[in-house]
């Protein structure tokens, strides 16, 4: 993105001061994604089944934009570079085990590991300005499991469950106040 202004300030008998700006953008954010499935039945009804599962999310991402003011603008010219990564990574395993005619217990479990950093800088006149930069890594991890009990006796059905999640967080600034 590109684009031109021109900022006018004053009127009504106050002296006008003007100066004018162009700024130019460019952004990348690109994306990976995928999984691995592993299903293995031990019966022929299909019936009784074990189901691992891993997902990976992947997304780095890029911004550099400047800010670059007329000569007789008292406003420094202005540079910042923005560096994002965003990574997730999903763990799952689902059990099923028939109990007896219309019984079921399934049991599971889910690990996600959320990880997303940040590193961004700012310049004025070329020069870094630490005191407007941060950079930081935060971390959600998700912990949860499961177990699942259901049943039907002829006309009448019965479902019962249990879960139970735990989630962590943790984020460290680098650089910055955060």
Not at 57 to 81: C, G, Q, V
Request: zero cysteines; hydrophobic letters at 25%.
């Amino acid at each position: 993105n590109n684009g031109t202004s021109l900022t006018t300030i004053g009127g009504n008998g106050i002296d006008a001061y003007s100066y004018g700006s162009t700024t130019d953008t460019k952004m990348s954010r690109t994306s990976f994604n995928g999984s691995l499935d592993y299903q293995r039945f031990f019966n022929n009804s299909h019936t009784h089944s074990l189901a691992l599962t891993y997902q990976l999310n992947y997304s780095p991402a890029s911004t550099k934009m400047s800010n670059d003011f007329s000569s007789a603008s008292a406003l420094d010219d202005r540079y910042s570079d923005n560096q994002e990564k965003t990574t997730n990574h999903t763990f799952q395993v689902d059990y099923s085990l028939p109990l007896g005619v219309g019984q079921t217990l399934s049991l599971g479990g889910k690990l996600q590991l959320h990880d997303a950093t940040s590193d961004s800088k700012y310049y004025l006149k070329d020069v870094y300005d630490p005191s407007s930069s941060s950079e930081y890594e935060y971390k959600n991890s998700i912990l949860a499991g499961y177990g699942e009990y259901a049943g039907n006796f002829g006309n009448f059905g019965a479902k019962a469950g249990l879960r139970y999640e735990y989630t962590w967080q943790d984020v460290e600034y680098h650089l910055g106040n955060g």
